[in-house]
Structures are given as structure tokens and as C-alpha cells.
């Protein structure tokens, strides 16, 4: 199944923020590395992430259980290594840096 989800997470967060949401990322299942953007691939698995405008997007193909798993893992720990709950802006998360 495709997903395509943004999370308020700002592009002008401060270094320190883009350090942990590396170490998030590597330490969730399928990671892949950055093979230009960070990426996590597996069996049915092409997932990779970006810096948009609108906040972190990552996108791609997971099948849906698993997917609902991991997304829920990854939004768990960005908000622990944050300090604020992470989610999607659509859906009422607030961002917490900006320009």
C-alpha cells in the first residue's frame, strides 16, 4: 500500500533537532541508510523521507499492518527525543519551529 504522510516537524528546526530525528530514523525497522535521502526498504518495503515545506514527508510503499506498526514506533519515539508530540499537521500537530 502507498502511503504519503507529513509530520510537523519544520525544516528550520535547529541542528540539534535534525541529530535526533537521524538517530530516530536509524533506529527504526527497515532502515536502509541515506542513499540520498533517508530511506527504509525490506520485503514490500520502499519508504524514504524528505524536508518539505509542509514538514517531514516520507513516503512509499509498506504493506498496511506493518505499516501501522512503524508509523505508530516512529511517531512514539520523534515525540520522546523531541520532547513534543509529534503528528501530522492535518490533524491538528503543531509545529515548533519555524523561520
Not at 541542528?15 to 530514523?25: A, E, H, N, R, S
Not at 506493518?66 to 500537530?93: D, H, R
Amino acid at each position: 500500500m502507498e502511503h504519503d504522510i507529513d509530520l510537523n516537524i519544520h525544516y528550520s528546526a535547529p541542528q540539534p533537532i535534525w541529530d535526533k530525528i537521524g538517530l530516530v530514523y536509524e533506529s527504526m525497522p527497515y532502515w536502509a541508510g541515506y542513499k540520498d535521502v533517508p530511506r527504509w526498504s525490506g520485503e514490500n518495503v520502499n519508504l524514504w523521507a524528505s524536508v518539505e515545506p509542509s514538514g517531514i514527508q516520507i513516503q512509499g510503499i509498506m504493506p498496511e499492518k506493518v505499516w501501522n506498526e512503524w508509523y505508530c514506533l516512529l511517531k512514539k519515539k520523534l515525540t520522546e527525543a523531541l520532547g513534543y508530540e509529534i503528528g501530522e499537521p492535518e490533524e491538528g500537530y503543531r509545529f515548533q519551529y519555524y523561520d
